[in-house]
């Protein structure tokens, strides 16, 4: 998941090398592939009712243009593909485990405008990148990256990506990213929210220059929480498992150690079992919805 949310855990191995795929030989024009076709997808959403309770976004978030930041986002990824890809670490489009996402991800797509009405201009993407990183993310404006790591490590079923997927996309929808950095720059100013709000504006220029903040940004658990939900509702809404979400967790506190006592990931990530805890009491609003979309043709679903 993304290290932001694992950042202190022991096998997230945020310094692993990109490791070259077999088969794999450099991607040529990796950059423009396959967005326009999900751009299309994003333009149908769900008229639904949202299931799971997180309240408004921050307006604290407003500081800083949308725009902007996407745009830097968009750099950013860029660049990160541009490296996998000279390392023979990006995934190729016929790659069996990047068709995956990506099919996963055209199930989650119609159901992300609902939770950001500005998703229905995103530009979808989902590369697959070679690294034993414990690891997956979306920037803002919907750049999504997954590392074979989570996926071989974890040995992820589909519900089980889809819920990964779906945490990730939530943290874009919300915008925690847009909302950490205005805190952050606000409080480095120090200025007042207040001072902000009335006077002076939208700080522009620090979208312009986020760079790989973007990768190591710290969410608060509210944040997570509020994506742990958002996830949970629009994996259940594109057919996904819910109760992949409980498993999914069991298997990360497995794989850290957490369960059995051991320092690692319950040590710095204590509300991993209270996580747990508020997924299984949510599970009961979202059934409905993973039993709609299983009761309907695929293809349909979307109206
Ligand atoms: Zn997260």
């Known amino acids: 998941m993304c290290w932001r949310c ?70 950013q990824y860029r660049q990160t593909l541009g490296e996998a890809n000279s390392k023979g670490a990006l995934a190729p489009d016929d790659y069996p485990q990047l068709k995956r996402l990506r099919a996963i991800a055209n199930r989650l797509i119609p159901f992300t405008a609902q939770w950001n009405p500005d998703a229905r201009k995103w ?25 074979t790591g989570i996926l071989d490590q974890l040995q992820l079923t589909d519900d089980e990506v889809a819920m990964i997927m779906g945490h990730e996309m939530a943290h874009a929808l919300r915008e925690h ?21 009335l006077g002076l504006g939208q700080l522009g220029d620090v979208a312009a220059n986020v760079g790989t903040q973007l990768l190591t940004l710290k969410y608060s658990r509210d944040d997570e929480t509020e994506a742990d939900l958002v996830g949970l509702e629009i ?11 409980v498993q999914l967790w069991k298997k990360m506190l497995g794989a850290t150690g957490g369960g059995k006592g051991q320092p690692g990931f319950l040590s710095t990530h204590p509300s991993g079992n209270n996580r747990i805890q508020e997924l299984e009491a949510n599970l009961p609003k979202v059934a409905h919805l993973y039993e709609q979309a299983r009761q309907t043709p695929a293809g349909t679903q979307l109206n």
């Open 6 to 75: 694992f950042s202190n855990s022991n096998i997230s191995h945020p310094e692993a090398p990109l490791e070259a795929l077999p088969g794999a030989s450099s991607r040529r024009g990796f950059l423009n592939h396959w967005g326009a076709g999900l751009g299309l997808a994003a333009l149908v959403h769900a008229n639904a009712q949202a299931q799971v309770d997180v309240g408004q976004s921050s307006s604290m978030r407003k500081l800083i243009p949308a725009e902007s930041l996407e745009q830097s986002a968009r750099q």
């Open 123 to 147: 530009k979808w993407e989902v590369n697959l990148i070679g690294s034993k990183q414990l690891n997956a993310w979306c920037m803002p404006g919907g750049k999504i990256a997954f590392y």
């Open 177 to 197: 990213a847009r909302e950490r950095l205005a805190k952050s720059k606000a409080t480095s100013m120090g200025l007042s929210v207040a001072s902000q709000l």
């Open 235 to 245: 994996a259940a809404r594109g057919g996904f498992k819910p109760e992949a979400s």
